[in-house]
């Protein structure tokens, strides 16, 4: 059941030639399809129920202005969005606080707890000293905390998109930006890849040993650190790199998810009406097509993944990344033909 409320205005300057729609919304999805845990001894794992309180609120602001035109011929037109939406967990079902949407290769999950954003990416935080220096442990590898903690979030603080049209008499040029802002990935190619020792940067400490920066605890008698002195123990590419995933530390696999990609480009030229006079046309446009270009702002360390990844199409997926492809980029050309 879904109860939502929304409201907005539409303005337009200037003789129409900036125009702004701005709405607010907010709504509640209660009584969703919710599988929780019982006693073995009914012989089932799980039982399904309708409970729960999701809330989400948000804005969605459209921009549109033609900041220059020529009468006659140059023109320049533009249209930018702008979308920023909040989403928290006001309740789950009774006695439940935490549900795990999307498991990962690692200890990290996505989850929705009361009280928190839904999509929340938990697990081990890398430990650090005062300064924030990561503990390296006797063995000299890193170590980890002992509580879960909150990584990020798979949810975007904000997306938008930019397009502007340029025309000069029967020549145009459109192209297209998105942003995605604000969200967390988690990378189970990077945990793969870290644990078998086939990411690039791996590399390293496999001839040449050395330590892992860092520093590591002295302790007294009764076990409490007392001061951190830096990190001399010798270490193999091993050590340096799997066994941060063997070790659980989450935080290593979760990855900044903002992007910004040059979506499209389109080049196009329509031929003048007094050149198809004698022909059965009435209308002639022919188009070269670009989409998924160039990556402008992208934060995947050269994985040769995608920050564009959706597991499956349950929501706690949508920051869950195994293997994913890269964007295919592709070139066309279109021909429009009016009668």
């Given at each position: 059941m879904k109860r939502s409320i929304e409201f907005g205005a539409d303005l337009r300057f200037f003789g129409g030639r900036i125009g702004l729609d701005v709405t607010y919304y907010k709504s509640n999805t209660k009584n969703q399809i919710v599988p929780i845990s019982i006693s073995?001894?009914?012989g089932y794992a799980t039982k399904i129920v309708n409970a729960g309180n999701i809330e989400n609120k948000g804005i969605e602001l459209t921009l549109n202005a033609t900041p220059?035109?020529?009468?006659?011929?140059?023109?320049w037109d533009l249209a930018f969005n702008y979308a920023r939406?909040?989403?928290?967990?006001l309740e789950l079902a009774p006695g439940v606080e935490t549900f795990f949407l999307s498991p990962t290769a690692q200890a990290a999950q996505v989850e929705a707890r009361t009280g928190q954003r839904f999509g929340n990416i938990v697990g081990y935080k890398y430990k650090r000293a005062p300064d924030g220096q990561i503990v390296v442990n006797p063995d000299g590898s890193y170590a980890r905390e002992d509580n879960?903690?909150?990584l990020g979030n798979v949810t975007p603080k904000w997306t938008g998109g930019l397009n502007n049209t340029l025309?000069?008499?029967?020549?145009s040029l459109n192209f297209l930006i998105d942003f995605v802002q604000g969200n967390?990935?988690?990378?189970d190619t990077k945990y793969r890849m870290e644990t078998n020792g086939t990411a690039k940067f791996t590399?390293?400490?496999?001839?040449h040993s050395e330590p892992l920066p860092g520093v590591t605890e002295v302790k007294d008698a009764s076990g409490n650190v007392i001061k951190y002195e830096q990190n001399t123990k010798l270490v193999d590419g091993q050590t340096a790199w799997a066994y941060r995933g063997w070790g659980q530390i989450s935080e290593e696999f979760v990855l900044n998810g903002s992007f910004t990609m040059l979506r499209e480009v389109v080049l196009g030229y329509a031929l003048q009406p007094s050149f198809l006079r004698k022909t059965p046309f009435k209308g002639l446009k022919v188009s070269l097509v670009g989409r998924n270009l160039w990556y402008i702002e992208e934060h995947m360390e050269g994985l040769g993944i995608s920050p564009e990844t959706n597991l499956n199409t349950r929501a706690g997926s949508t920051g869950v990344e195994v293997f994913s492809m890269p964007t295919t980029r592709s070139y066309g050309i279109n021909l429009n033909l009016t009668f």
């Amino acid at each position: 059941m879904k109860r939502s409320i929304e409201f907005g205005a539409d303005l337009r300057f200037f003789g129409g030639r900036i125009g702004l729609d701005v709405t607010y919304y907010k709504s509640n999805t209660k009584n969703q399809i919710v599988p929780i845990s019982i006693s073995a001894g009914s012989g089932y794992a799980t039982k399904i129920v309708n409970a729960g309180n999701i809330e989400n609120k948000g804005i969605e602001l459209t921009l549109n202005a033609t900041p220059f035109q020529l009468r006659n011929s140059f023109r320049w037109d533009l249209a930018f969005n702008y979308a920023r939406n909040y989403s928290k967990v006001l309740e789950l079902a009774p006695g439940v606080e935490t549900f795990f949407l999307s498991p990962t290769a690692q200890a990290a999950q996505v989850e929705a707890r009361t009280g928190q954003r839904f999509g929340n990416i938990v697990g081990y935080k890398y430990k650090r000293a005062p300064d924030g220096q990561i503990v390296v442990n006797p063995d000299g590898s890193y170590a980890r905390e002992d509580n879960i903690s909150v990584l990020g979030n798979v949810t975007p603080k904000w997306t938008g998109g930019l397009n502007n049209t340029l025309t000069y008499k029967g020549i145009s040029l459109n192209f297209l930006i998105d942003f995605v802002q604000g969200n967390q990935i988690n990378s189970d190619t990077k945990y793969r890849m870290e644990t078998n020792g086939t990411a690039k940067f791996t590399e390293r400490y496999r001839e040449h040993s050395e330590p892992l920066p860092g520093v590591t605890e002295v302790k007294d008698a009764s076990g409490n650190v007392i001061k951190y002195e830096q990190n001399t123990k010798l270490v193999d590419g091993q050590t340096a790199w799997a066994y941060r995933g063997w070790g659980q530390i989450s935080e290593e696999f979760v990855l900044n998810g903002s992007f910004t990609m040059l979506r499209e480009v389109v080049l196009g030229y329509a031929l003048q009406p007094s050149f198809l006079r004698k022909t059965p046309f009435k209308g002639l446009k022919v188009s070269l097509v670009g989409r998924n270009l160039w990556y402008i702002e992208e934060h995947m360390e050269g994985l040769g993944i995608s920050p564009e990844t959706n597991l499956n199409t349950r929501a706690g997926s949508t920051g869950v990344e195994v293997f994913s492809m890269p964007t295919t980029r592709s070139y066309g050309i279109n021909l429009n033909l009016t009668f």
